[in-house]
């Protein structure tokens, strides 16, 4: 078993190292929490790995209903913190096999991954054309392909092809849908999937236009019918939408189930394709001419570029 090392930044192919399952326990170094997170029950490490710099993230999954009563019957130590009236809060422990934790490892990890991970605060950012021109497409352009060279592994087959559940070959309008590592395919109400498109060109919301509403529409027809045929998941039940800013350039759409409010589903963050094809077919070039706001970490070194140009133009996008 080995484990996922996606995101890597600036590195070359040769630098990414390979690890096996028993290599985390015993090689990675703790130096320090980056971030905790009390809604996801998550946790972001700084520490490093066989030499070089890595983020471990430590995530409690979902309960599995199928066992529940298991853990229930096995919970030990148990106490009371609290009792009012028909109102109690307790504590306890459930056996070892009900702890596991969900892990993903990034190494080398580098600064733009540090200053994802690590605190930040939040800006609401307002991206018009010009300054989508000015600033966002040159940062975009000085992106090294390397950064996403785990995604091209995926649509190519080389990597993760346990976790892919439908692949669409067609260079144009095909695309990948792969299983994303915050969900396991055990637990439907958590369904979380992202279908990669094949085509290169495409990098964000942005490079949408009429010409590529064909392969919009495939990836919500064949995306959520793949879906409701392998995990009972109705269209009515799924959230599609596609993030703007992305966390990476190369085009993607997440599909979710409704009641799992996973991150990056908030307005600010997530733009449902439905309207996003709606919005195309009003107007062919609208993702070109329309001004969109956002919701940015303010460590993100793209916000910091935006800030820094509006601020030497004498103007605000805040």
């Known amino acids: ?55 471990l993230v430590l995530e409690k999954p979902p309960f599995k209903c199928d066992v529940i009563s298991s853990q229930v019957a096995s919970l030990s130590d148990v106490s009371i913190e609290m009792h009012n009236d028909i109102y109690s809060n307790l504590t306890g422990l459930s056996a070892p096999e009900f702890n596991r934790l969900s892990l993903k490892l990034i190494c080398p990890a580098t600064e733009t991954h540090f ?14 054309p010009e300054l989508y021109q000015k600033v966002t497409l040159p940062y975009i352009k000085g992106i090294p392909s390397s950064r996403i060279q785990w995604v091209y592994n995926i649509i190519e087959g080389t990597k993760e092809a346990d976790r892919v559940i439908l692949r669409d070959d067609d260079p144009t309008d095909g695309f990948v849908l792969v299983m ?15 279908a990669i498109v094949q ?79 709606a919005n195309i077919n009003l107007m062919d070039d609208y993702y070109s001419k329309a001004s969109l706001t956002m919701i940015m970490g303010t460590n993100h070194h793209l916000y910091q570029l935006l800030a820094a140009h509006m601020w030497s133009v004498g103007e605000s996008c805040f």
């Open 115 to 128: 200053r994802k991970y690590g605190p930040q605060d939040m800006a609401v950012v307002t991206e018009t």
């Open 199 to 277: 085509n290169r060109n495409v990098r964000s919301v942005r490079d949408l236009t009429r010409n590529l509403l064909p392969l919009l529409e495939n990836i919500l027809d064949k995306g959520s019918k793949c879906l409701a045929e392998k995990y009972g998941i109705p269209l009515s039940m799924q959230r599609v939408f596609i993030h703007y800013q992305p966390s990476y350039y190369h085009f993607h759409v997440h599909f979710t189930h409704v009641k799992y409010l996973a991150p990056g589903t908030h307005c600010g963050k997530a733009h449902l394709l439905q309207d996003v094809i």
């Open 1 to 55: 078993m080995t484990v996922s090392m996606s995101n890597v930044d600036d590195q070359t192919l040769s630098e990414v190292i390979t690890v096996s399952s028993q290599d985390v326990a015993a090689d990675f170094t703790f130096e320090a929490v980056l971030r905790e997170m009390s809604d996801t029950k998550s946790c972001f490490l700084r520490g490093s790995m066989k030499g070089q710099p890595a983020i």
């Open 180 to 194: 994303d590592m915050k969900w396991d395919g055990s637990q439907p109400e958590s369904c979380y999937c992202v």
